[in-house]
């Protein structure tokens, strides 16, 4: 279950599907958004990490992948002035050969988004968050594969980050440099689950089949942060999870939490919370072994969350107020994604981890205390082009009909 704990923030196929649904509102808002579909290609080759003295048998191991991606490229102004970039979103197939008998092979499915800066230059940059669902070949089993500590599921959840240097041939073209962190592991729903971990370098291509012009665009320096800027929550949260790695039962974890939000800018969030967590497993375990006391833990957490959209990417730092089985750290820390489902209902997954060993993921369902605005690309100016005659008429009428059509936008945002 250990695992680098930046790369677990998208851990979550569903909420990665809705991350790409808050650009792809981009396109249903009107039909003078400018959107182009981009076909990918590459191949990656790396390493695996020994992050855990169970992994070195699997020290020797070089992977390699062969991927394909479809996404679909935002050029209009909206997209642009959402964050001063031209984001991408789609979906990406790749088949890996993790260069060792024991790990085996995979193939990982997911969704990508990858916002594209300096686009003005030939030469240009991007950065990609991408989470989904895989299926490895060849998992841990005491007596065929006893040595595969990295993962114990056939379908398990991998997790992305990566960054690269894009080469503009023309308008269609575009050569590919990528550096890479994968992550494949289950969450700890089954032990043994130390992960895999692998960085990789990719070269590639990607072609357009309608070609892109990126414009150049001035910088939207509008930062205001949303309504309302405080924010509060209450919600439940609930999974499942073993007591140990030879029980095939799992056990019920299910919690309250409370958390206020304070929005400091136009994405960024400042996050202080409490929450009460009832743990089966550890209950069961306390059992066993005749351990007295309470099996339940209550935590404090303070961290920063980004809003994209709908979508929310959160990381806490907590410590235990009450903990009287003490079988980890009394610090911790969290990463969730979630989604603003309507103003008020928010839904989400949340991973638990102490530092580099992840306890647990969860899915969290929480009520909004005032309604939050939904803080899409629908909230933006239209992207048409300025025209003579448009000038002369925001002139003479004012900007009224502009205002009434952005405030009637936003509020079709969230329902």
Known sequence: MRIQLMHKMMLMLLLMAAGQ???????????????????GGRAHYGFVLIHSYALDPVRHSFPWGAEMDIGKQFIGKRAWDFCNCYPRAGASLTFWDYGSEILGYGATAMWYVEPVFLTKHRLNFSMRLSSGLSYQTNPYDSVTNPNNLAYSLRVNVPAAVGAALHFRL???????????????SNGGLALP??????????LGADYAPQGI??????????????????????????????????????EPVWGVWTQGVYYVGRWSGLNLGIEWINDGARKLKMQRENIPGRHERGGILLGHQFLLGRVVFSQQLGIYF???????DPVYQRFGLGLHVTKRLFAGFNLKTHRHVAELLELRL?????????????ELEDDVEESPMRSLSSLRFGNLKADSQRRLILNKGCK
């Open 213 to 250: 012009d990126f414009k150049e665009r001035a910088k939207n320096m509008d930062k205001s942060p949303p309504k309302p800027r405080l924010r509060l929550y209450a919600g439940v949260t609930g999974t499942l999870k073993r007591a140990s790695g030879a029980d095939t039962r799992q």
């Open 193 to 202: 689950n130390k992960g895999i971990n692998y960085p990789t370098m990719s």
């Open 21 to 39: 649904r808050s650009f792809c509102q981009l396109a249903e808002d009107t039909d003078s958004i400018k959107t182009r579909w981009v076909l």
């Open 322 to 328: 009450f903990d009287q089985f003490k079988l980890n």
């Open 170 to 184: 023309n308008p269609h073209w575009n050569l590919r440099l990528g550096a890479n962190f994968n992550h494949v």
């Open 366 to 378: 929480a009520w909004g205390f005032g309604e939050q605005d939904c803080l899409n690309f629908a």
